[in-house]
Nanobody, 123 residues
Framework: QVQLVESGGGSVQAGGSLRLSCVVS????????MSWYRQAPGKEREFVSA???????TYADSVKGRFTMSQDIAKNTVYLQMYSLKPEDTAMYYC?????????????????WGQGTQVTVSS
């Protein structure tokens, strides 16, 4: 199966920056487009950004102009560079991919998630 491991979270003051990383391992051929989601306490998980195999990115309106998603295919890693952080960005951040094929190691259409990395922004 494909495994996703996030890192880079932490505590920062408002206006600060963080860079999150998500390393893809295991059956990498299973992974399709990558995305970041976040979930704040008491709230539903929400989309943050996504990147496709060509490097095209999309962002939630709430993070446009402040967050940048990128990928290093050689390292099987995606990044989320976050600038001008706000207290409302406080959440657990998750990396996700969706299975691109069906075989013994992968299920097409199934979402694979990492364990998350906590981002806390204080005012």
């Amino acid at each position: 199966q494909v495994q996703l491991v996030e890192s880079g979270g932490g505590s920062v003051q408002a206006g600060g920056s963080l860079r999150l990383s998500c390393v893809v391992s295991g059956y990498i051929a299973c992974a399709s487009d990558m995305s970041w989601y976040r979930q704040a306490p008491g709230k539903e998980r929400e989309f943050v950004s996504a990147i496709d195999s060509r490097g095209s990115t999309t962002y939630a309106d709430s993070v446009k102009g402040r967050f940048t998603m990128s990928q290093d295919i050689a390292k099987n890693t995606v990044y989320l560079q976050m600038y001008s952080l706000k207290p409302e960005d406080t959440a657990m951040y998750y990396c996700k991919t969706t299975g691109r094929k069906s075989n013994a190691l992968c299920r097409r259409g199934l979402d694979y998630w990492g364990q998350g990395t906590q981002v806390t922004v204080s005012s």
